[in-house]
């Protein structure tokens, strides 16, 4: 691949990172201090609306979806949109000011890709448009949902309605008060091929029969105002319509929708980690302790050049992921994603969890957003696939690749 950035990709760059030093920075105390009061859980922040008016009209607005989607894309490829990814992954809060937050991306192009025209109307256009927030219900407490054929919530036509039945938890953004729409995943049919039991089926957060049980927290934080939510469907009824493609086509849906958002997230914590690495290269210029500084210190430097030596690699590892979809497709990129998907995580963890010894008391307290990323660094080992999952599937494939007596 070609490691240069494209001018257009260039250009994006220096405009959205100009974007934040002008609107965001500016603003960035008032938001921790909102998200801060406890008085404030699940509500929305006051100029959010505001902040994305103004990327709307910068021209800042739905970069991840990938230029294959036509007119509904900036025309980006996810080559050119990474590093963007990367710059919003150092204020992980920003993603939703220029449209491109989890779970909101994903359903998007589940609708862009697989919706029909009555469901781009209803739900696509809104959410593209930034005027409701979604949430994606797949992971059950009763299976291990890592395996998505496990799923349980029945899905069972009845008429001209299906009527769901189960329980979901870790349903990101259900809390968001402009949450109004949840992919739902569950099985139509138990009788056929493993593959082909399940069903996606969109329904209105409104819908009679649909609970939000609690608000689950990850270490700690419950990321408010989109959060994490357990949810009772308790026959649950939506227009036949509602069904996306048609029934068995579940599992071919969620792989088509995690990939891309696998990648996302390694994007993300790439940014992350690289907050870190200048977080704690920052402090060791401010720090003495014996008479020395803390930069004079070669295990502080060795610490610090391994955090660089790991983000570059993982990095590259991502653009190269990156690179492998736009060019073959998501499929045939499967193997990569897993790689990264692997390494990215566990990358930034490390290197979090370096810039908090540095940081010393400062490092663990409210005043940096490293508290924060280690937990998000830590989630997306599970998120989008456990690492033992990627792995048995990548060790599966270089096994048949390179393990034959040929």
């Excluded at 998007?108 to 994606?136: C, D, H």
């Excluded at 069904?243 to 994007?267: D, S, T, V």
């Excluded at 490092?363 to 456990?386: C, E, K």
Aim: glycine share 8%.
């Amino acid at each position: 691949m070609n490691f240069e950035y494209s001018q257009k990709s260039k250009e994006l760059q220096h405009k959205l990172s100009i974007f934040i030093e002008e609107h965001i920075v500016p603003i960035e105390e008032e938001f921790i201090a909102f998200q801060s009061d406890a008085t404030n859980m699940w509500k929305r922040f006051p100029k959010m609306e505001m902040l994305k008016q103004k990327a709307k009209d910068a021209g800042l607005w739905n970069l991840f979806l990938p230029k294959d989607y036509g007119n509904l894309s900036p025309g980006l490829t996810n080559l050119e949109y990474a590093p963007l990814a990367e710059i919003m992954g150092k204020k992980i809060w920003i993603s939703e000011i220029f449209n491109c937050s989890a779970p909101d991306t994903g359903n998007m192009e589940v609708l862009a890709k697989y919706g029909s025209e009555a469901q781009k109307n209803q739900w696509l256009t809104p959410l593209m448009n930034g005027e409701i927030r979604s949430s994606f219900l797949m992971t059950e407490p009763q299976v291990a949902s890592s395996d998505a054929t496990n799923i349980e919530t029945s899905i069972v036509l009845e008429g001209d309605e299906y009527v769901i039945n189960g329980r979901k938890w870790w349903s990101s953004g259900a809390m968001d008060p402009h949450c109004k729409v949840a992919i739902v995943m569950g099985k139509t049919d138990v009788n056929a091929h493993r593959h082909q039991q399940q069903s996606m089926v969109l329904v209105p957060m409104d819908t009679k029969g649909l609970k939000i049980v609690r608000p689950l927290s990850v270490l700690g934080y419950y990321d408010s105002p989109e959060g994490h939510a357990e949810i009772i469907l308790e026959n649950v009824r939506v227009p036949k319509e509602n069904l996306i493609l048609g029934e068995g086509r579940g599992f071919e849906i969620a792989q088509g929708r995690l990939g891309p958002g696998r990648i996302h997230h390694c994007m993300r914590l790439v940014g992350m980690a690289q907050y870190a690495l200048e977080l704690m290269s920052q402090r060791t210029l401010e720090r003495e302790t014996f008479g020395k500084k803390f930069y004079e210190y070669s295990s502080i430097r060795h610490e610090i050049a391994k955090s660089q030596c790991e983000i570059e690699q993982a990095r590259l590892l991502t653009l190269s992921a990156a690179d492998k979809m736009d060019k073959a497709g998501n499929k045939e990129a499967k193997d990569i994603i897993a790689m990264i998907k692997i390494v990215a995580p566990n990358m930034a963890q490390k290197v979090i969890d370096r810039a908090m010894q540095i940081l010393g008391g400062k490092g663990v307290g409210q005043d940096t957003y490293l508290p924060h990323y280690f937990a998000i660094a830590r989630m997306l080992r599970l998120a989008d696939g456990p690492d033992e999952v990627h792995m048995y599937q990548l060790g599966k494939s270089c096994i048949k690749k390179y393990g034959s007596n040929s």
